[in-house]
């Protein structure tokens, strides 16, 4: 159930980064509640009473009835979805609500600023719309229905990196506010945002995107992954990486300390280097496309967690790039940020 717009007395802005991977809101009280970016109906018959109220976001009966987030993953019945319906679905309405859920409290209002890639901008009117309003949701562990009040505000995704450069944690600029307009005296920045199923090359004026000079690429970190499990799969067969969840077989080859039978797997890392350029092979072409030599901008700045990964592969061809502090959580955490100012 949705309704109209009733914010509570209290009004908090939170920072809302709706990833493939995962789902991040920022808090103004320090808090960040991350979980997977699963959500997925109920399957008939499933028992659900081992699920402790601790137990981050499990089964959701309003306004979807669904599993949400760890539950989800543990039940393996959710997948990411990368196209633009996504963003429509009931899924995604379900994983931004989950977190929004706080305390058991019966009401919560919210200023919000989430992101969408840039190639999915001509959504935001639509974004907004849909996520504007009072909601009801409940648990199946409660039973109590809870509203969650939004006011949301949409931008590029990797805007959220930016403001953490120029917006103090309050939301106040750390540049004249000249510098922040889209105009010649403004801060130019450009951006790589690279998630687990996308990447996005940004140009901003202030936080002003110039879709000109941005672009959103269908690669990311899954990309690099699947070369790799793809490579061991076909040395050592299936079985080998059967068991090995994504972010845990990318932390093993990367750290170099993959083993089959207690004894290191020496390809691993091979594998891995060959993947990342691999993939950087799309998104450094992308990058002189868009920016020559990106020698126009005052920064360029990496950000998501597939930069972790590539971020020597890209600097060797883009020396000025520097990976951002705290680059998972970066863009939800300048999301809150600005959610700040337009609290002011």
Request: net charge negative.
């Amino acid at each position: 159930m949705k309704g109209d717009i009733k914010m509570g007395a209290v009004v908090v802005a939170v920072g809302s980064d709706i990833g493939y991977s995962n789902t991040k809101h920022a808090f103004a009280d320090g808090e960040i509640v991350t979980y997977p970016s699963l959500a997925a109906a109920t399957p008939a018959g499933i028992g659900l009473a081992d699920a402790a109220g601790t137990d981050l976001r499990y089964r959701m009966i309003e306004p979807h009835d669904m599993l949400v987030g760890r539950y989800a993953y543990a039940q393996k019945i959710g997948q990411p979805n990368l196209t633009s319906s996504w963003f429509d679905s009931d899924e995604y309405m379900a994983l931004v609500l989950a977190g929004l859920c706080r305390n058991d409290s019966f009401h919560n209002s919210y200023q919000m600023v989430t992101g969408l890639p840039v190639n999915h901008l001509d959504l935001k009117e639509k974004l907004q719309e849909r996520l504007n309003g009072t909601h009801a949701v409940t648990w199946k562990h409660s039973g109590t229905p809870q509203h969650v009040a939004i006011e949301a505000h949409v931008v590029s995704q990797g805007v959220g990196a930016v403001a953490t450069q120029l917006l103090n944690k309050d939301g106040i600029p750390l540049v004249p506010v000249d510098q922040l307009r889209n105009d010649e005296l403004a801060v130019q920045t450009a951006v790589v945002d690279c998630g687990g199923g996308t990447t996005c090359c940004l140009s901003l004026r202030g936080f002003h995107t110039i879709a000109a000079e941005s672009r959103s690429l269908a690669v990311g970190a899954w990309a690099i992954e699947g070369y790799v499990r793809e490579a061991l799969n076909h040395l050592y067969g299936e079985e080998f990486t059967r068991k090995l969840g994504r972010h845990e077989l990318l932390y093993r080859v990367r750290g170099n300390s993959l083993t089959r039978f207690g004894k290191p797997v020496p390809e691993a890392w091979d594998f891995f280097d060959a993947a990342c350029i691999k993939v950087a092979s799309v998104i450094v072409p992308a990058m002189h496309d868009l920016w020559a030599d990106a020698s126009m901008f005052s920064q360029l700045i990496l950000c998501g967690g597939g930069s972790v990964l590539l971020e020597p592969y890209l600097r060797k061809h883009f020396p000025s790039a520097q990976l951002i502090e705290n680059p998972v959580q970066a863009n939800a955490i300048g999301y809150l940020r600005l959610a700040k100012g337009l609290l002011k």
